[in-house]
């Protein structure tokens, strides 16, 4: 079993950057797919970006596409959400998550394991 710990969240202006940090304890990351999903106030948790065990394969939602990019480090046992360009509609709890798959997916109901969350908000 794998405990997930976001980090790197805040308060950052429309149109600028920040990386969020996923890092894991209790079993070696590289035996996971893992995503990123968020939740904004008031709506349902939706997906934002999955990468395969070996980081070679990554999907993202057309909302984030382009602007974010997730990436791992298996022997830090962490992954990264890259965000660029953020917009006040990217403001939202973000959490990661684990799935025992090989490629990770869109559905939540694919990741057994997850965060707690970092808060972002992105002011206008």
């Known amino acids: 079993q794998v405990q997930l710990v976001e980090s790197g969240g805040g308060l950052v202006e429309a149109g600028g950057s920040l990386r969020l940090s996923c890092a894991a304890s209790?079993?070696?990351?590289?035996?996971?797919?893992l995503g990123w999903f968020r939740q904004a106030p008031g709506k349902q948790r939706e997906f934002v970006a999955r990468?395969?065990?070996?980081?070679?394969?990554?999907y993202y939602a057309d909302s984030v596409k382009g602007r974010f990019t997730i990436s791992r480090d298996n022997a830090k046992n962490t992954v990264y959400l890259a965000m660029d360009s953020l917009e006040p509609e990217d403001t939202a709890v973000y959490y990661c998550?684990?799935?025992?798959?090989?490629?990770?997916?869109?559905?939540?109901?694919?990741?057994?394991?997850w965060g707690k969350g970092t808060q972002l908000t992105v002011s206008s």
């Open positions: 209790g079993r070696a990351l590289s035996t996971y797919a």
């Open positions: 998550a684990a799935s025992t798959g090989v490629r990770g997916s869109y559905s939540e109901n694919a990741y057994a394991y």
């Open positions: 990468i395969s065990r070996s980081g070679g394969s990554t």
